[in-house]
């Protein structure tokens, strides 16, 4: 099992930045593939970014240059860090990790507020 608890989010102006972390415990070796996706009530969730083991990494279309995934592998942590926020990034922000175990399985965290607002 992993469990997952993201962290750094709340209210944020326009064109402000938010970094987001989200630390990792359990069966971490097991974790090959780590991510971030968003949701809005009432609208599908989408990714965000994604982080390999190996550093590989990809982001959503509307990133736009604007968000970086990263990895702490010492404090078992991933982080987003999001700079020039705009109105439409408010959405739930929620931790994902895919891992390898008897086969592959999904572990989410909670979810983190993200608001951009004035």
């Known amino acids: 099992q992993v469990q997952l608890v993201e962290s750094g989010g709340g209210l944020v102006q326009p064109g402000g930045s938010m970094k987001l972390a989200c630390a990792a415990s359990?069966?971490?070796?097991?974790?090959?593939?780590m991510g971030w996706y968003r949701q809005v009530p009432g609208q599908q969730r989408e990714l965000v970014a994604i982080?390999?083991?190996?550093?590989?990494?990809d982001y959503g279309d509307f990133v736009q240059g604007r968000f970086a995934i990263s990895r702490d592998n010492a404090k078992n942590t991933i982080y987003l860090q999001m700079n020039n926020l705009k109105p439409e990034d408010t959405a739930v922000y929620y931790c994902?990790?895919?891992?390898?175990?008897?086969?592959?399985?999904?572990?989410w965290g909670q979810g983190t507020q993200v608001t951009v607002s004035s």
């Open positions: 982080l390999t083991r190996s550093g590989t990494t």
């Open positions: 359990g069966n971490i070796a097991s974790v090959t593939v």
């Open positions: 994902n990790h895919k891992a390898v175990v008897s086969g592959i399985v999904d572990y």
